[in-house]
């Protein structure tokens, strides 16, 4: 017999779960952006209102000291700390990943299997997994290879009934982004934009797709705050 209820796990930004109720329970999300937009704010988001409400979270690191994130999100008024090694599960590989870049040779096996080490990384006894950032394994890959082992991890992440949150900078080239975003259950992409009238620069949320979810056409204007996200209104046409 099929579901006919989708279960939700909210974002913790008040104003996008009223749009989208939540991240789908048991499916791998991308969350996609230029430098600056917003995306690991969005994760400190996620990982405390889910640790709030009970969930037990894994964070996979590969960039961003775990040093960095606890400061940053204490200042954000969510305090990530006080759920370590409770049920906030960190793996701190940045500076692995350093050594990597500076030594290692991108051939095709190697990025492949670099990925598939990650995974094995991935703390036992979760229900969500926020991993910032995939960039750094997925920068190197041809189109066809990321969507190969987009497939893959897609695969492994739901397999094991996790709801996860997936970081990617966008420096990434379109076609990459875009395959590997295709067999995600959703997609949330961060931009800076022009208004043409104005001049203006300002920051847009665009959900690209949400399967089982209404989602609106346009982007939602969002800014950052000393407290977090926060939706100011999505641009009409």
């Not at 590989?93 to 492949?112: C, N, Q």
Request: with cysteine; net charge neutral.
């Amino acid at each position: 017999m099929i579901k006919q209820k989708v279960e939700r796990i909210p974002t913790g930004i008040q104003d996008l779960d009223a749009i989208i109720g939540g991240l789908v329970a048991g499916r791998t999300h991308l969350l996609s952006g230029e430098p600056g937009t917003g995306k690991s704010m969005f994760s400190y988001h996620f990982m405390y209102n889910a640790l709030k409400h009970g969930h037990t979270v894994g964070l996979i690191t590969t960039e961003e000291p775990t040093e960095s994130i606890m400061l940053h999100s204490a200042l954000l008024g969510m305090p990530l700390e006080k759920y370590v090694n409770k049920s906030l599960k960190i793996v701190d590989i940045a500076s692995h990943r350093a050594m990597e870049a500076a030594f290692a040779t991108p051939t095709g096996d190697y990025l492949i299997q670099s990925f598939r080490d990650m995974q094995q990384l991935i703390p036992p006894g979760i229900d969500c997994l926020v991993i910032d950032t995939i960039t750094p394994y997925i920068l190197p890959m041809n189109p066809t290879m990321a969507r190969e082992t987009a497939i893959e991890l897609v695969m492994n992440m739901e397999s094991a009934g996790l709801t996860s949150l997936l970081i990617l900078d966008e420096s990434v080239s379109e076609h990459v982004l875009m395959t590997l975003a295709a067999p995600m259950y959703g997609h949330i992409q961060l931009v800076y934009q022009k208004d043409p009238y104005t001049g203006k620069t300002k920051r847009c949320m665009y959900i690209r797709k949400l399967r089982a979810t209404t989602t609106p056409i346009n982007p939602l204007i969002y800014n950052l705050t000393d407290k977090g996200i926060s939706i100011q209104k999505e641009i009409k046409d």
